[in-house]
Protein backbone atom coordinates (compact mmCIF):
# COMPACT_ATOMS: atom_id res chain seq x y z
CA UNK A 1 0.00 0.00 0.00
CA UNK A 2 1.30 3.37 -0.96
CA UNK A 3 1.93 6.12 1.53
CA UNK A 4 -0.58 8.24 0.30
CA UNK A 5 -3.35 5.42 0.39
CA UNK A 6 -2.23 5.30 3.87
CA UNK A 7 -2.21 8.56 5.39
CA UNK A 8 -5.61 9.23 3.19
CA UNK A 9 -7.15 6.23 4.70
CA UNK A 10 -5.99 7.13 8.22
CA UNK A 11 -7.58 10.33 8.11
CA UNK A 12 -10.89 8.86 6.20
CA UNK A 13 -11.69 6.28 9.05
CA UNK A 14 -11.18 8.82 11.69
CA UNK A 15 -13.08 11.35 10.34
CA UNK A 16 -15.52 8.21 10.04
CA UNK A 17 -15.25 8.02 13.90
CA UNK A 18 -16.13 11.63 14.29
CA UNK A 19 -12.59 13.24 14.47
CA UNK A 20 -13.70 16.75 12.75
CA UNK A 21 -9.97 17.55 12.32
CA UNK A 22 -8.89 14.53 10.30
CA UNK A 23 -12.12 14.98 8.45
CA UNK A 24 -10.77 18.59 7.58
CA UNK A 25 -7.21 17.34 7.02
CA UNK A 26 -8.69 14.58 4.85
CA UNK A 27 -10.77 17.50 2.00
CA UNK A 28 -7.59 19.82 2.27
CA UNK A 29 -5.34 16.62 1.36
CA UNK A 30 -8.02 16.05 -1.35
CA UNK A 31 -8.44 19.37 -2.91
CA UNK A 32 -5.40 19.31 -4.89
CA UNK A 33 -5.59 15.86 -5.98
CA UNK A 34 -9.36 16.20 -7.14
CA UNK A 35 -8.09 19.64 -8.93
CA UNK A 36 -4.96 18.06 -10.75
CA UNK A 37 -7.58 14.68 -11.97
CA UNK A 38 -10.41 17.25 -13.54
CA UNK A 39 -7.90 19.79 -14.56
CA UNK A 40 -6.10 16.87 -16.92
CA UNK A 41 -9.46 15.94 -18.39
CA UNK A 42 -11.01 19.45 -18.80
CA UNK A 43 -10.39 22.48 -21.06
CA UNK A 44 -12.47 24.67 -18.77
CA UNK A 45 -10.37 25.08 -15.31
CA UNK A 46 -13.91 26.73 -13.82
CA UNK A 47 -15.61 23.61 -14.53
CA UNK A 48 -12.27 21.46 -13.21
CA UNK A 49 -12.89 23.66 -10.21
CA UNK A 50 -16.73 23.24 -9.75
CA UNK A 51 -16.27 19.06 -10.10
CA UNK A 52 -13.61 19.72 -7.25
CA UNK A 53 -15.98 21.44 -4.80
CA UNK A 54 -18.96 18.26 -6.36
CA UNK A 55 -16.94 15.89 -5.34
CA UNK A 56 -15.80 16.98 -1.75
CA UNK A 57 -19.35 17.31 -1.64
CA UNK A 58 -20.17 13.99 -2.78
CA UNK A 59 -17.72 12.66 -0.68
CA UNK A 60 -19.11 14.38 2.54
CA UNK A 61 -22.68 13.19 1.72
CA UNK A 62 -21.44 9.33 0.70
CA UNK A 63 -19.31 8.49 2.91
CA UNK A 64 -20.84 6.42 5.10
CA UNK A 65 -21.02 3.94 2.19
CA UNK A 66 -17.14 3.54 2.20
CA UNK A 67 -15.98 0.03 2.61
CA UNK A 68 -13.51 0.51 5.35
CA UNK A 69 -11.67 -3.06 4.13
CA UNK A 70 -10.79 -1.17 0.87
CA UNK A 71 -8.51 0.74 -0.67
CA UNK A 72 -9.65 4.82 0.08
CA UNK A 73 -8.36 6.03 -2.93
CA UNK A 74 -10.38 3.28 -4.88
CA UNK A 75 -13.45 4.57 -3.47
CA UNK A 76 -12.26 8.01 -3.80
CA UNK A 77 -11.46 7.51 -7.61
CA UNK A 78 -15.05 5.76 -8.29
CA UNK A 79 -16.56 9.18 -6.99
CA UNK A 80 -14.59 11.16 -8.64
CA UNK A 81 -15.03 9.36 -11.99
CA UNK A 82 -18.82 9.43 -11.93
CA UNK A 83 -19.02 13.22 -11.20
CA UNK A 84 -16.83 13.74 -14.22
CA UNK A 85 -19.40 11.35 -16.29
CA UNK A 86 -22.08 13.26 -14.62
CA UNK A 87 -20.52 16.15 -16.46
CA UNK A 88 -20.17 15.18 -19.54
CA UNK A 89 -23.55 13.75 -19.79
CA UNK A 90 -24.47 17.64 -18.73
CA UNK A 91 -22.98 19.71 -21.20
CA UNK A 92 -23.67 16.85 -23.99
CA UNK A 93 -19.69 16.20 -24.37
CA UNK A 94 -18.28 13.07 -25.96
CA UNK A 95 -15.14 13.25 -25.62
CA UNK A 96 -12.39 11.13 -27.79
CA UNK A 97 -9.36 9.75 -27.51
CA UNK A 98 -6.09 9.71 -30.51
CA UNK A 99 -5.37 5.89 -31.04
CA UNK A 100 -2.23 6.07 -29.91
CA UNK A 101 -3.65 7.09 -26.57
CA UNK A 102 -5.95 4.52 -26.04
CA UNK A 103 -3.68 2.66 -23.82
CA UNK A 104 -4.65 5.24 -21.15
CA UNK A 105 -8.27 4.27 -20.78
CA UNK A 106 -7.39 0.83 -19.53
CA UNK A 107 -7.64 0.06 -16.12
CA UNK A 108 -3.90 -0.26 -14.48
CA UNK A 109 -2.95 -3.60 -12.51
CA UNK A 110 -3.55 -1.93 -9.19
CA UNK A 111 -7.60 -1.03 -9.87
CA UNK A 112 -7.68 -4.74 -11.36
CA UNK A 113 -6.37 -6.01 -8.50
CA UNK A 114 -8.76 -4.03 -6.02
CA UNK A 115 -11.26 -5.12 -7.71
CA UNK A 116 -10.55 -8.80 -7.53
CA UNK A 117 -9.40 -8.56 -3.76
CA UNK A 118 -12.95 -6.90 -3.59
CA UNK A 119 -14.56 -9.95 -4.85
CA UNK A 120 -12.98 -12.59 -3.54
CA UNK A 121 -13.70 -10.96 -0.46
CA UNK A 122 -17.06 -11.08 -0.66
CA UNK A 123 -17.07 -14.55 -1.64
CA UNK A 124 -15.12 -15.65 1.11
CA UNK A 125 -17.25 -13.71 3.43
CA UNK A 126 -19.92 -15.97 2.84
CA UNK A 127 -18.17 -19.12 3.95
CA UNK A 128 -18.15 -20.42 7.95
CA UNK A 129 -15.08 -18.50 9.88
CA UNK A 130 -13.29 -21.46 10.22
CA UNK A 131 -13.02 -22.59 6.71
CA UNK A 132 -12.39 -18.69 5.57
CA UNK A 133 -9.38 -19.08 8.01
CA UNK A 134 -8.23 -21.76 5.91
CA UNK A 135 -8.41 -20.30 2.67
CA UNK A 136 -6.93 -17.11 3.96
CA UNK A 137 -4.37 -19.28 5.65
CA UNK A 138 -3.02 -21.41 2.28
CA UNK A 139 -4.03 -20.04 -0.45
CA UNK A 140 -3.81 -15.97 -0.14
CA UNK A 141 -1.27 -15.89 2.69
CA UNK A 142 0.57 -19.01 1.41
CA UNK A 143 1.46 -20.88 4.24
CA UNK A 144 1.89 -24.66 4.36
CA UNK A 145 -0.54 -27.10 5.14
CA UNK A 146 1.53 -27.96 8.46
CA UNK A 147 2.13 -24.17 9.24
CA UNK A 148 -1.90 -23.65 8.75
CA UNK A 149 -2.09 -26.81 11.12
CA UNK A 150 -0.30 -25.51 13.87
CA UNK A 151 -1.82 -21.91 13.97
CA UNK A 152 -5.50 -23.40 13.87
CA UNK A 153 -4.88 -26.62 16.03
CA UNK A 154 -6.14 -28.96 13.43
CA UNK A 155 -3.72 -31.69 11.86
CA UNK A 156 -2.20 -31.28 8.19
CA UNK A 157 -4.64 -33.49 6.87
CA UNK A 158 -7.66 -31.71 8.83
CA UNK A 159 -6.56 -28.40 7.16
CA UNK A 160 -6.39 -30.32 3.98
CA UNK A 161 -9.45 -31.68 3.71
CA UNK A 162 -10.91 -27.96 5.37
CA UNK A 163 -9.37 -26.26 2.39
CA UNK A 164 -10.58 -28.58 -0.44
CA UNK A 165 -14.34 -28.59 1.06
CA UNK A 166 -14.10 -24.54 1.13
CA UNK A 167 -12.99 -24.13 -2.03
CA UNK A 168 -15.68 -26.45 -3.79
CA UNK A 169 -17.98 -24.27 -1.78
CA UNK A 170 -16.54 -21.25 -3.22
CA UNK A 171 -17.21 -22.91 -6.38
CA UNK A 172 -20.80 -23.79 -6.01
CA UNK A 173 -21.11 -20.00 -5.44
CA UNK A 174 -19.57 -19.18 -8.38
CA UNK A 175 -21.60 -21.26 -10.51
CA UNK A 176 -25.20 -20.45 -8.94
CA UNK A 177 -24.00 -16.58 -10.10
CA UNK A 178 -23.38 -17.20 -13.42
Known sequence: MSETETRL??????????????????????TPHLRAFFKR???NAADAEDLVQ????AIH??????????????WLHAVARYKLIDHFRRSKV???????EADSIFADEDVESVSAK??????LAKLPESKRELV????????????AAERTGLSESGVKVGVHRALK??????????
Open 41 to 43: RLA
Open 94 to 100: RRTLPLE
Open 136 to 147: RSVKIDGLSTAE
Open 61 to 74: TKRATYDTTMPFTA
Open 118 to 123: RDVEQL
Open 9 to 30: KALMLASLAGDAASYRALLAEL
Open 54 to 57: ETLI
Open 169 to 178: ALSAMIGQKQ
